[in-house]
Structures are given as structure tokens and as C-alpha cells.
């Protein structure tokens, strides 16, 4: 029996599975290794504080969508050997492979910036994990007015344009309270516009103006002191708020960097096309786990989907690898 | 149709894509034609 081990059951990997099932023989298994059997949707995260999606319409199990046939296996994964093909996990021992694709994500990091994790909860919330967008929820509703400031830390990091839906989503719902007039909202970037393409940029600028939202662009976030309720820039600017949205700094697995196959961020060097380590040809890595530059988002990981089965598949029947990712969204 | 525009459609279509995501991504099931790689990039 040949062996194909997937790293992830989120988005990339669970759809990664599906699909190599459908087209694999029988005398090849599948192996799933993640560390919980929870499936967050993750674009979720951005209605729940406003109560437009409900937290329990966003977390599923897991398992419920891996197809029969795929061996879904849960422990905290602790090594990868490229070298010894081989997985390390905390509880369910060592797994060899013939083949391995790497779809570990990436998350946030909030212990990266000075200030930020101390912060945490105290007028400084967030919305890309679970139980932060719901307690984003709960602030969003005590808030009775002052400056909302929605910071972006650094790039990248997932869904590039969700801080700023995030920030019209806030504009419509201060609306509805009819606090709109009460409450600043101001959108600090490091980008030098509202957002990295010069025509999605123009368009968004346009919005936010419509919308009486300010935009702080060029602000590379140093250090956040919650007490004075104030961000600082590196290069000594400040900006004061009320609440802090903040989207700390994107991580990839810490694990693949223990492991020194990662970057000092955890994202794994691929070839940006092929999305194959160097010399591994037998390793593919797709999702917010990778260095490539795109997005970091479901629909990236989808297309990169796609151009890993038809190689995939390929390489199994020793035929050419014809397809190649070029990092589009939609 | 502009996807960037602050449209009521816009909106829905991002809710409604939950029900895509969970019933056919997550599956593996395809969700484009084949050439949708290269739409809007080659003038």
C-alpha cells in the first residue's frame, strides 16, 4: 500500500482529500493528521460580531466532510522529516509517506508586537479566531461611541480585504444603532492606500470616503500601549482610539518551523508555480501555509487545489507535470 | 457587474457562498470551467 499524508484538515486539506480519493487506486491510502476535529468557516468570522452569522452556523466537525476511504487522524503534529519521509505527531506516533501535501495554514500572532497580546480584551479585539469574534460581538454592542480603529499590523494575512469589509460592516451597523454620528472610524494600513492593487485601491478609497472613513495608510505598527489607548508606528506616529479591530501579524505552523523546513514565519519556501519545495518532488504545499504571494484565502487554496491534483496525479503515473498555479483569488 | 461594488447582491452572494463552501468546495467538486484560470488576466 502507498501512502499519501495530508498535513491539515481545513479548507486545502480536506478538499485536497476529497478530490485524490475520487482518483487514486484502491493501493493507495489517505491519511488526514490534524489536531482537532473542529472545521471553523472561517469567512465567517467577519459576520458573527455582527450578529449576521451565528457562531454555531460556523463550527462543524471535521470529519463530517472527509470522504469514506480517507483515514482522518487527530494529534498535535510535532515533526516533519522531509529527509526520512516521516510525520511526528504528539499521540498517534510516526507516519511514513510517499507522498505528502502540507496544508497546516497560518494564524495570528498577537504576542509579535509590543503591547498587542497584554492588550488582548481590553479594548483591543479581533476577529479572525472563534471566541475573538465573538467577544468582538459582545464590545461591538457595549460601544457607545468614541474612535474605532481598524489596524492592520503587517502583511500578509488572511483575506486581505476583510479589515476593511470589517470596517464597512461597522459603518452599517453604527447606522442601524443610530450612533453612526458618535463614532469615528479610522482604517490604519500599512499599505499606502486602502488596499494593494492600484484599481481595487481606487475603487475602495472611493468607498471609505463615502462612508466617512478615514484612512491612516503608511502605518508599520511598533507597539500598542492599552492603557493610554494608543498605537505607535515605528517611525514615531500615533494613533489614538477608543476600541482597536486589530489584525496582528499572520504566522505559519510553528511546528514547520521547529521542523526547518519553514521561514521565520513559519511560511514553507515553495516554488510559487509549482508549489513544491526545492528538491522535494514528492512534497506539495498549498494554503496560507506557503510563502508564495497571493492572498491568503479559501479561493487561492482552492485553484491551488487544482493544479496539485492534475500534478499529483501526474507524478503518480509518471507522466509530465503540465499545471501551474498563478496565485489568482477569482 | 463589479464585484467590488457595495451592492446588495454582492452581499447576499458572499452569505450564500457559505452554503457552497460546506456542499461543494470542501467536497472537492468543481466549481469552474477549465479556463477560469486564466479569465481576465490574458488581454
Known amino acids: 500500500m502507498k501512502k499519501l499524508v495530508i498535513l491539515g484538515g481545513g479548507t486545502g486539506g480536506t478538499m485536497m482529500a476529497n478530490k485524490l480519493r475520487k ?19 472561517q469567512p465567517g468570522y467577519l459576520f458573527v460580531p455582527f450578529d449576521i452569522n451565528k457562531p454555531r452556523e460556523i463550527r462543524r466537525s471535521k470529519r463530517e466532510f472527509i470522504n469514506p476511504g480517507i483515514e482522518f487522524v487527530i494529534s498535535d503534529i510535532t515533526n516533519v522529516d522531509w529527509d526520512k519521509q516521516e510525520i511526528s505527531t504528539a499521540t498517534e506516533g510516526k507516519f511514513n509517506y510517499d507522498i505528502l501535501v502540507m496544508a497546516t495554514g497560518c494564524d495570528i500572532r498577537p504576542d509579535e508586537v509590543e503591547g498587542l497580546e497584554e492588550g ?118 500615533e494613533v489614538e482610539y477608543d476600541m482597536l479591530v486589530s489584525i496582528p501579524p499572520n504566522f505559519g505552523a510553528q511546528v514547520m518551523i521547529d521542523s526547518g523546513i519553514a521561514d521565520p514565519m513559519g511560511y514553507i519556501p515553495v516554488d510559487k508555480h509549482t508549489l513544491q519545495p526545492e528538491g522535494r518532488d514528492n512534497v506539495w504545499v498549498l494554503g496560507d501555509g506557503t510563502d508564495v504571494p497571493t492572498s491568503k484565502a479559501g479561493a487561492v487554496a482552492h485553484f491551488q487545489g487544482d493544479v496539485l491534483h492534475e500534478n499529483i496525479l501526474a507524478y503518480v503515473s509518471g507522466g509530465e507535470q503540465h499545471a501551474r498555479s498563478d496565485g489568482h483569488a477569482v | 457587474m463589479s464585484l467590488l461594488k457595495d451592492t446588495e447582491l454582492n452581499h447576499m452572494a458572499k452569505l450564500m457562498f457559505k452554503w457552497a463552501y460546506f456542499n461543494l468546495l470542501l467536497k472537492g467538486a468543481w466549481l469552474g470551467p477549465p479556463d477560469l484560470m486564466m479569465e481576465g488576466k490574458v488581454r
Open chain 1, 23 to 41: 482518483d487514486l487506486d484502491d493501493d493507495w491510502s489517505i491519511t488526514i493528521i490534524d489536531k482537532d476535529n473542529i472545521h471553523y468557516y
Open chain 1, 120 to 237: 488582548w480584551g481590553h479594548d483591543i479585539y479581533g476577529y479572525y479566531r472563534f471566541n475573538d469574534c465573538q467577544e468582538l460581538g459582545k464590545a461591538l454592542k457595549r460601544f457607545k461611541g468614541g474612535r474605532m480603529v481598524v489596524n492592520i499590523a503587517e502583511m500578509p494575512i488572511k483575506c486581505p480585504v476583510a479589515p476593511l469589509e470589517f470596517a464597512f460592516l461597522a459603518d452599517w451597523y453604527f447606522h442601524e444603532r443610530g450612533i453612526r454620528d458618535d463614532v469615528e472610524i479610522e482604517f490604519v494600513t500599512p499599505l499606502s492606500g486602502a488596499f494593494t492593487k492600484p484599481v481595487a485601491t481606487k475603487v475602495l478609497t472611493d468607498a471609505c470616503e463615502d462612508k466617512n472613513i478615514k484612512i491612516v495608510p503608511n502605518f508599520a505598527l511598533g507597539s500598542v500601549d492599552h492603557k493610554a489607548k494608543v498605537i505607535q508606528a515605528f517611525d514615531g506616529s
